[in-house]
């Protein structure tokens, strides 16, 4: 079965190195949710930033795959808020 693609909105509960936590919008789930070194990593213009701008309580924009284990893993990952990336 290939994997399907998944776009939620929502809020960051928790982040650690290799996966984070998502609050979504409106069904309010907890969405367990890995990255890799495969994730992209963007402000809310699209430019690429660091992960670790990532922060709890923080909305984003996930888009990503689930597998057949229900396991998600983001392929993408945008912050709705302008973040202040320093030069």
Do not use: C, H, W
């Amino acid at each position: 079965k290939p994997k399907t693609r998944v776009v939620f909105l929502g809020t960051i509960t928790t982040i650690k190195k290799s996966n984070l936590t998502l609050l979504t919008r409106g069904s309010n789930e907890s969405k367990s949710v890995m990255t890799n070194k495969a994730t992209k990593y963007q402000n809310s213009d699209g430019s690429k930033i660091s992960p670790q701008l990532l922060e709890k309580d923080l909305t984003i924009l996930l888009v990503g795959f689930e597998d057949s284990q229900a396991q998600i893993t983001a392929t993408t990952i945008r912050s709705l808020a302008p973040l202040g990336v320093s030069k």
